[in-house]
């Protein structure tokens, strides 16, 4: 039975094409016999060498599935020449066709030159390498006559007619068009959530005459049901300032491109003296359940209001992707909360025996200023905190040797590594200055850590300490310090905070406000105030500030190398190794001084790490253009590390990103 199913596909009708040739030939007896004989001879000659030829070829293919199935039973060869998928053999070194079944002569369509083409031509979309490379399956679907396929495949050495070895490839086709059909189906209508937001509503309202309210209301409705429409979903508003929206996963792509035009869409608002409300946007997509979705969506909520608002935040099933947020914020936090702030936050002190304060790696005058803070209001509780700091790497020796000085900070600054190895369970952690697991001064303490106290005013990036028993994340507040002094208010008297902590405290609001020029509010000039009163000097403080002749003369040097890579952002680009951290600061605040600048950032090599600065006077948001780089900080003042970088690698990718911020 095999034979014959064998021969049928070796034999592709030609029978057919010798009885034309005889019936020339006897037709030709009566015209001319000489002709007549002719033919007859050239119709027997063709006839033995195609049955010659077809004997080699049933041979050769009867041989291949020997060697293809060993010492296997008749009927597994059986099963192999009278399988259901299609079934192709090839050579994958030359392309030649050796043998197909029927299935895959009727899905190629090439049955009668099955033995004359190469793969390109049965299956144009079809590779090859993926067997060369060991593999068993098709990494992609082939795509032929209309149908898609997952194929298959092994590879086998078999003996040639000349008995040399040669590489044949078996592949077998699985129709996968209607599954694939399905799941595309599935994909496009799982569900979209979100929640929306007018972040501004309450400063909108107090800007807007009583009269104009239910207008300035009716357009912001409007513009978001337009926006929504597209979507084909269902928009309901169900507080005052927020929406439920829900749509298909079809059309999230389509918002995507449109980069959330709906955010630009409200300036067109226009309250009060210019003014103009701002929505921040919180999706879910891609979870099991919609009690999920709703989740992911509200942590998606949560994430863009600590970013600033104004702005989209997606989160899929692993991560988070960020829209928008170009706009300077306001302030929007309130006495109130901080005063609930400090007394939770005076509770997890009191209830803690042990207590370590912790900033980010290579902490600056900020993250100490805030960790003194802490450990005064500590003290006032009666409680003793540590400070976690690399004593040789960081930016505020000045800072440090003020309050090792002191006889309360006797003991009081501890390396990560003696501080990790004393700590003992309910052991509290207060992260200060930072919000990511990635960039605190010991993430292993932070790992080993059940309770954990977070204070930061930077814009929350994708990865944050989670699970925090105390989180308070202002990204309007100017500097952690400036937190720091304002729960101090609440916790101690101004008596109670040593001169130098107040100076220290003073010096990282002075720092990250570049002396009271960048991301002031009125809440930073309180917190300033507070500080006089508790006996800071802003001479003594400005003392702090001083560097060395070296510092200065690398920090020009830094600022020679700077071009102007657009009208109103300054580069620079240091290629020699051993740059000063604190120098390139310094130089990329100094490049700002420049007219017409408005956003400047110096790159340089730090050990085999490739290292970022970049500052903003706040119309070109730097922590944004700087995010797509792995870095963070807050529109004004921010960084990125790139570990073994090319230096001209990084400053293209950095160009990169700013032209990609600028046509956004």
């Known amino acids: 039975m095999n034979n014959k199913k064998l021969s049928r596909l070796l034999e592709p009708n030609l029978q057919f094409y010798f009885l034309c040739l005889l019936a020339f030939t006897l037709a030709a007896v009566t015209v001319s016999p ?30 291949y599935i020997d060697n293809v199935t060993g010492n296997v039973d008749t009927a597994s060869k059986s099963t192999l020449i009278n399988s259901p998928l299609p079934i192709m053999v090839f050579r994958p070194d030359t392309g030649e066709v050796i043998w197909s079944n029927e299935n895959f ?72 068009t209607e599954m694939d059909r399905l799941r595309e189906d599935y994909d496009a209508t799982r569900l ?37 429409a597209v979507g084909n979903g269902l928009l309901i508003k169900t507080e005052r300032d927020h929406y439920l929206f829900l749509f298909e996963e079809r059309y999230y792509d389509h918002f995507v491109e449109e980069k959330f035009s709906v955010l630009d869409a409200m300036r067109d608002i226009k309250v009060g003296e210019g003014g103009h409300p701002t929505l921040s946007i919180g999706l879910g997509r891609e979870a099991d359940s919609i009690p999920a979705l709703h989740k992911n969506a509200a942590l998606s909520l949560e994430m863009a209001l600590s970013r600033g608002g104004d702005q989209a935040v997606v989160r899929g099933k692993t991560d988070f992707a960020f829209y928008g947020g170009r706009a300077k914020t306001t302030e929007k936090r309130t006495k109130v909360k901080s005063r609930v702030m400090a007394n939770a936050l005076g509770e997890l002190l009191a209830d803690s025996a042990d ?91 932070l790992e080993s850590s059940s309770r954990v106290a977070v204070i930061d005013h930077h814009r929350r990036a994708a990865s944050y300490i989670e699970n925090a028993a105390f989180s308070f994340h202002e990204p309007y507040a100017s500097s952690a310090s400036e937190l720091v002094t304002e729960l101090l208010q609440y916790l101690i008297e101004p008596s109670n905070l ?29 917190a300033a105030a507070f500080l006089r009163r508790a006996g800071a000097d802003t001479a003594d403080v400005q003392r702090l500030f001083q560097g060395d002749l070296e510092g200065m003369v690398s920090k020009y ?55 970022m600065s970049g500052r903003s006077l706040g119309e070109i948001n730097v922590q944004v253009i700087l995010e797509a780089l792995g870095g963070g900080g807050n529109s004004a003042t921010a960084g990125g590390r790139i570990e073994n970088g090319d230096i001209l690698d990084v400053r293209e990718k950095l160009t990169q990103a700013i032209d990609a911020y600028f046509e956004k």
């Open 192 to 228: 979209v959530l979100g929640i929306v937001m007018v972040d501004n509503y309450e400063d909108m309202m107090n800007a807007c005459a009583d009269t104009q309210r239910s207008a300035v209301l009716a357009q912001i409705d409007e513009k978001l049901s337009s926006w929504a």
């Open 105 to 176: 002569l009727q899905l190629a369509g090439v049955r009668e030159h099955l033995f004359e083409i190469k793969v390109e031509d049965a299956a144009p979309e079809f590779p090859v390498q993926w067997l060369l490379e060991g593999r068993q399956e098709c990494p992609e679907r082939v795509v032929m006559n209309s149908r898609r396929f997952r194929v298959y495949g092994s590879l086998v050495r078999a003996k040639g007619r000349s008995g040399e070895q040669n590489l044949v490839a078996t592949t077998y086709w699985v129709d996968t």
């Open 498 to 526: 040593l001169r130098e902590e107040a100076e220290a405290l003073l010096a990282g609001i002075v720092l990250d406000t570049k002396h009271f020029v960048l991301r002031t509010g009125g809440r930073t000039f309180e």
């Open 355 to 445: 207590i370590y304060v912790m900033g980010h790696s290579f902490a600056d005058m900020d993250a100490v200023g805030a960790a003194a803070g802490v450990c005064c209001a500590a003290r006032k509780l009666g409680r003793r905190a540590q400070i976690v700091i690399d004593p040789e790497k960081n930016a505020a020796q000045s800072v440090l040797a003020m309050l090792r000085a002191l006889p309360e900070y006797e003991g009081v600054f501890v390396n990560p590594a003696e501080a990790f190895v004393k700590m003992r369970p309910g052991t509290l952690l207060v992260v200060v200055d930072t919000n990511r697991p990635d960039l605190v001064e010991s993430p292993q303490i």
């Open 557 to 611: 040097d830094i600022v020679r190398q700077a071009e102007l890579y657009r009208p109103d952002v300054a580069l620079a680009v240091v290629g020699q190794d051993g740059v000063d951290r604190v120098a390139a600061a310094q130089a990329a605040d100094e490049l700002l001084t420049l007219r017409g600048v408005k956003a400047s950032f110096v790159v340089y090599r730090s050990g085999t790490a490739i290292l």
């Open 34 to 63: 000489p002709l007549a004989l002719a033919e007859g001879a050239a119709t027997v000659a063709l006839y033995a060498y195609f049955v010659r030829s077809n004997k080699k070829r049933r041979q050769s293919v009867l041989q």
